[in-house]
């Protein structure tokens, strides 16, 4: 049972545009978001969070939207960078217990010149 | 670098031997979990600790797994009797206790392959 869902394997965006990267979750338990960046050979890397009192965080090119109601976060990047261009998994936890994060199943983003 | 550090980085073994990889935290993390990630999947819990208490083992953690951490610094995780079906990118993290902040740092991870 996949409780963080992310639906789209791969997005391609124009360097300069902005990126969106969706992710949906089924576990109301879950209260606590991140979203992590992985490049080929590396652990993953914390990038951004927001717990479930918020519905937005904001972080330089990088901002997370979460709706609630619907289970359902974003990540925005702004303006996109060929750096950017990496595996982008999102992650969740219950603050109760904090001691695990349940992760998706990734979107690679490819920057384009 | 103070990052979290893995050893080894890959490992080849056969089916039936036993391998143990390393995990060294962050040093003031009091926090350390073990995922595991295979091929078009995210990591998935395994195990965490908390100081050198193991708090929690995920269904995933057969009894050929097993985990430590000796007074709450560095980890080991064994596998026993490895099958092919352990063949997976082992991720360690920590993470310092914090009410408002559950970020974890991971490691680059260990690739083991069994053949």
């Known amino acids: 049972d996949q409780q963080v869902k992310q639906n789209s394997p791969s997005l391609s965006v124009q360097e300069g545009r902005i990126s969106i990267l969706n992710c949906d979750y089924t576990n109301s338990m879950f209260d606590y978001f991140l979203w992590y960046k992985k490049y080929p050979a590396e652990g993953p890397t914390f990038l951004i969070s927001?717990?479930?009192?918020?519905d937005k965080n904001e972080d330089g090119r990088f901002t997370v939207f979460l709706n609630k109601s619907a289970k359902h976060l974003s990540l925005h990047i702004v303006p996109s960078q060929p750096g950017d261009s990496a595996v982008y998994f999102c992650a969740a936890s219950e603050t109760g217990t904090a001691s695990k994060l349940t992760f998706g199943t990734g979107t690679r983003l490819q920057v384009t010149l | 670098d103070t990052g979290v550090s893995q050893n080894p980085r890959h490992k080849i073994t056969k089916r039936g031997q036993n391998v143990t990889f390393r995990c060294d935290p962050i040093?003031?993390?009091?926090?350390l979990y073990w995922y595991r990630q295979t091929l078009g999947q995210g990591p998935e819990f395994l195990t965490y600790f908390q100081n050198e208490a193991q708090l929690e083992k995920s269904r995933l953690l057969s009894d050929r797994f097993s985990a430590e951490r000796p007074k709450g610094s560095f980890s080991t995780l064994e596998i026993q009797r490895t099958e092919q079906g352990d063949s997976a990118m082992y991720l360690c993290?920590?993470?310092?206790?914090?009410?408002?902040?559950?970020?974890?740092?991971f490691g680059p991870g260990t690739r083991l392959t069994v053949t």
């Open positions: 040093s003031e993390h009091n926090r």
């Open positions: 993290a920590s993470s310092l206790a914090l009410d408002y902040s559950y970020e974890q740092y």
């Open positions: 927001i717990s479930s009192i918020k």
